[in-house]
Structures are given as structure tokens and as C-alpha cells.
């Protein structure tokens, strides 16, 4: 399924179908092909987009291969017709943890957590460096409970506009490093 166009009022409609019960809705997910060819539409927004693939390149090289990443905020709004630009891109990963962790447990504490919370969770060196504002869980952490509770709670968050509680839709990526470097080339030099 395509990315659905705006609503009249700039956002990413909730629901692409014609009922409301329709499941074609909100996340879309798609490539990040797809995510450049949707809102790669300014310098700005290429900009952006060239450093949430930069925060993708840090996962996978940190062994993160597996995963989601919700992807939200004024970025996947048309701000432009309001006369604004994206101040940043908002995104929730949903993570597994890497294979070698998961089949030498020690490494973690040698190393891996510290990667996690330097380079994966912190919210405020992803927002200096990257413009990103990003946040993170490892979904083995969590009982089935706990994971749908975030999970719910990131989508409820994302799937209203914050100033105007409006119902909207946003997009949902899988880490992919070959999507990725494809989209690098769509964007070209920044």
C-alpha cells in the first residue's frame, strides 16, 4: 500500500480506506525508499532524513538488526503549508537484541550496555547531533503486557497532533541498512 496523501488539513489521515474499520491505517508502514520519496520534498526535510539514516547506520553497526522504528512529529505533517519547516523527527524504536548479546550474555555488560544508553537511548545527544528526537526499548525486556503497553502508548502519542489533538497517522520503518544505503543515494549530497 502507498503512502496515502495529506488530509485537507496537512495530516497523514489516520485511516487510507473508505471505512472506518478499514486496516489500511495508521502506521503505514514503508521503505525508507518510500519515506524519501514521500517527505524528502525540501533541504530541510532531506537533511533530516539523512541523519535518521545516520542513527540507523549507529544501530546496525552497534549488531541492532532487527526492529521497528515509529516515525512521527511535525516531520510527517505538511508544515510547510502552515509556513514552517520540521523542527526534527520524532521516533520510537522497537528493538531485538543483537544476536551476539543474545548468544554471549556477558558481552552486554562489557560493552553492549553502555552502546545502548550512549548511543541508542540518549534522547539528548540523538536530538544535538541528529535532530532526532529518539526513544528506544528492547523488546525481549519487556512480558507481553509491558511491550503492548508501550507499544500503545507510543501509538496513542504519535496518532494525535500535540497542539491540536487531532487525529492523524504517521509512518512505521523495519531497520533495513540495504533500504537504507539505497535511500542515501536517492538523497544524494547534502
Request: hydrophobic fraction near 40%.
Amino acid at each position: 500500500m502507498p503512502l496515502p496523501s495529506f488530509s485537507g488539513n496537512g495530516l497523514l489521515p489516520p485511516v487510507a480506506g473508505a471505512s472506518p474499520t478499514d486496516q489500511d491505517r495508521s502506521p503505514y508502514v514503508i521503505s525508507m525508499q518510500e519515506l524519501v520519496q514521500g517527505f524528502g520534498t525540501t533541504p530541510r526535510r532531506k537533511s533530516l532524513l539523512r541523519n535518521l539514516i545516520a542513527y540507523r547506520t549507529i544501530l546496525a553497526g552497534g549488531g541492532y538488526q532487527s526492529g521497528l522504528q515509529f516515525i512521527d512529529g511535525s516531520f510527517v505533517e505538511d508544515v510547510e503549508a502552515r509556513g514552517k519547516e520540521p523542527g526534527d523527527i520524532d521516533v520510537f524504536s522497537l528493538l531485538n537484541v543483537p544476536s551476539q548479546y543474545v548468544q554471549n550474555p556477558p558481552l552486554w555488560q562489557q560493552g553492549g550496555f553502555q552502546f545502548w544508553a550512549e548511543e541508542v537511548q540518549n534522547q539528548p545527544k540523538n536530538k544535538a547531533r541528529f535532530e532526532l528526537d529518539t526513544y528506544a526499548i528492547l523488546v525481549e525486556d519487556f512480558p507481553l503486557l509491558g511491550l503492548l503497553k508501550n507499544v500503545m502508548y507510543w501509538h496513542s502519542l504519535f496518532s494525535h497532533q500535540r497542539d491540536t489533538f487531532a487525529w492523524k497517522g504517521f509512518v512505521a520503518l523495519v531497520l533495513d541498512p540495504v533500504q537504507d544505503a539505497a535511500a542515501l543515494t536517492m538523497l544524494g549530497e547534502g
